[in-house]
């Protein structure tokens, strides 16, 4: 079954939360409705998906989330910056897509 590792930020880009999926849209679906009250994504109101990665094996995307949570800050950032430079919430092109 395949997996994503994700990360989300909030509208001012202050925050970053770092997750893992087997349904990626699904997922996204879930932090952007605030579908769980008490989670970590709900208080900061991170709702703006900027990263993620594809992996045949979910567990492979439960590992390299666990890596992304270890590392540092500025290591995220550069990753964002690597595909996704102006910090676009790339599940607007679903939106888009599906209208």
Request: aromatic fraction near 14%.
């Given at each position: 079954?395949?997996?994503?590792?994700?990360?989300?930020?909030?509208?001012?880009?202050?925050?970053?939360?770092?997750?893992?999926?087997?349904?990626?849209?699904?997922?996204?679906?879930?932090?952007?409705?605030?579908?769980?009250?008490?989670?970590?994504?709900?208080?900061?109101?991170?709702?703006?998906?900027?990263?993620?990665?594809?992996?045949d094996i979910v567990k492979d995307a439960f590992a390299r989330e666990k890596q992304l949570?270890?590392?540092?800050?500025?290591?995220?950032?550069?990753?964002?910056?690597?595909?996704?430079?102006?910090?676009?919430?790339?599940?607007?092109?679903?939106?888009?897509?599906?209208?």
């Open positions: 079954m395949p997996g994503y590792c994700y990360i989300l930020t909030n509208k001012n880009k202050t925050v970053l939360y770092v997750g893992a999926t087997t349904d990626l849209q699904r997922r996204i679906s879930e932090h952007k409705n605030g579908k769980y009250k008490n989670a970590f994504s709900k208080r900061y109101n991170c709702t703006w998906l900027v990263y993620f990665e594809k992996f949570k270890a590392g540092n800050r500025k290591r995220k950032i550069d990753l964002i910056n690597s595909i996704n430079p102006k910090w676009n919430d790339l599940a607007l092109e679903w939106r888009d897509s599906e209208e």
